[in-house]
């Protein structure tokens, strides 16, 4: 359905636990990140020009998997939070598949 951006439940958890650990580490993410987290954990029907960030966002920053704590949920990397703000593999995954179906349309 054209204009259907609701993230799916795996990419919600996946934003939440992003500002869980930003709140108990105080690192990872910038404000727009943080803003990002809070749509994608409240599930908010994005825009096409959001799921284009999101694209964008995790093309630029797969290199931060490779850093050093990333996926260490007891002492993450920044660059760990600030992947899970944008919704983590899922709100990879995701974003790309809406983008692909906006090509469509």
């Not at 993450?76 to 090509?103: F, H, N, T, V």
């Amino acid at each position: 359905m054209a204009g259907d951006h609701v993230p799916p439940e795996a990419v919600a958890k996946a934003a939440e636990k992003g500002l869980e650990l930003r709140e108990t580490f105080k690192r990872g993410g910038t404000q727009i990140g943080v803003a990002r987290a809070r749509d994608l954990k409240n599930r908010v029907n994005l825009s096409a020009d959001t799921i284009k960030r999101m694209s964008s966002y995790f093309s630029r920053h797969k290199v931060d998997k490779r850093a050093k704590n990333f996926g260490d949920d007891s002492d993450p990397s920044a660059g760990y939070i600030a992947w899970l703000l944008w919704g983590g593999d899922a709100g990879r995954d995701w974003a790309e598949k809406q983008k692909g179906k906006m090509g469509k349309e």
